[in-house]
């Protein structure tokens, strides 16, 4: 089992940055490939971003790509979602997820362990 923990959510505005972060405990944390989901009120859970086991590889999703920015320090344990020139749409409950699976997949599905979310909110 992997225990995950997300922090650094909150309030900001159009424009403003938030860095959230995810700590894991239970298994050898650099094993993993880490990723970030969101879910706004009312969707599907989407992907956007995911880290490569060493941290050396990195995808995003289109809507993200340029403004967020993952990465994952394994001596800590924990994997980090630098989020810049946060728009309205990017608000959602963000969730980090952890896959044993060697490849950066992109489906929830294809994740085995979540945190319990962390809100969040770009006022315009």
């Known amino acids: 089992q992997v225990q995950l923990v997300e922090s650094g959510g909150g309030l900001v505005q159009t424009g403003g940055s938030l860095r959230l972060s995810c700590t894991a405990s239970?298994?050898?944390?650099?094993?993993?490939?880490m990723g970030w989901f969101r879910q706004a009120p009312g969707k599907e859970r989407e992907f956007v971003a995911t880290v490569s086991r060493v941290g050396s590889v990195t995808n995003y999703a289109d809507s993200v790509k340029g403004r967020f920015t993952i990465f994952r320090d394994n001596a800590k344990n924990t994997v980090y979602l630098q989020m810049n020139s946060l728009k309205a749409p990017d608000t959602a409950v963000y969730f980090c997820a952890a896959t044993s699976t060697a490849a950066l997949l992109t489906s929830p599905m294809d994740y085995q362990y979540w945190g319990q979310g962390t809100q969040v909110t770009v006022s315009s």
């Open positions: 239970g298994r050898t944390f650099s094993n993993y490939v």
